[in-house]
């Protein structure tokens, strides 16, 4: 049985490391427990660290410099980070995402999961789905069996 390749956005991220509860968590638990393989490439991993040294990020929820660290290196060790050899133009409102749609496409990702309204918007890239945190987590068991037949 093969497990459904998954690119999380930046937010799935971020909210599953601040917060020990919710959907973003509990889809990032999902993949410790290897329920899918998680997809990542240098260029989300970078908005990710960005993102978490916000001040209002890392004074609020307390993130220390070890805890990024620690993040990007299981993303390194168990997931797995794309060569960023693609380049798309799909979401012409918002060109940043277009590093979700080249990190799925260069990894033949199932799945784009996404709250962010731009991507949501395409429902699909190429052969790729984009779901919303809770319908992916939702129908996790379902999608995986999907992909397997």
């Not at 991993?45 to 978490?52: D, F, G, K, T, W």
């Not at 133009?89 to 996404?114: H, M, N, W």
Request: contains cysteine; proline residues 4%.
């Amino acid at each position: 049985m093969s497990l459904l390749m998954v690119v999380p956005d930046t937010n799935i991220f971020v909210s599953g490391t601040i917060l020990s509860y919710g959907i973003a968590f509990e889809i990032l638990e999902s993949w410790r427990r290897q329920k899918f393989i998680l997809v990542t490439s240098e260029a989300i991993m970078a908005e990710i660290q960005r993102v978490l040294r916000y001040p209002r990020i890392c004074n609020k929820y307390s993130v220390t410099e070890e805890d990024i660290r620690r993040l990007i290196l299981s993303l390194h060790r168990y997931a797995i980070v794309t060569a960023g050899n693609y380049e798309v133009r799909g979401v012409p409102s918002d060109p940043d995402d277009d590093k979700f749609l080249a990190c799925a496409l260069e990894a033949q990702a199932d799945y784009i999961v996404t709250g962010d309204p731009d991507l949501l918007s395409l429902k699909y890239y190429q052969r790729i789905n984009i779901l919303n945190p809770k319908s992916f987590l939702e129908n996790l068991t379902t999608l995986s069996q999907t992909i397997n037949k």
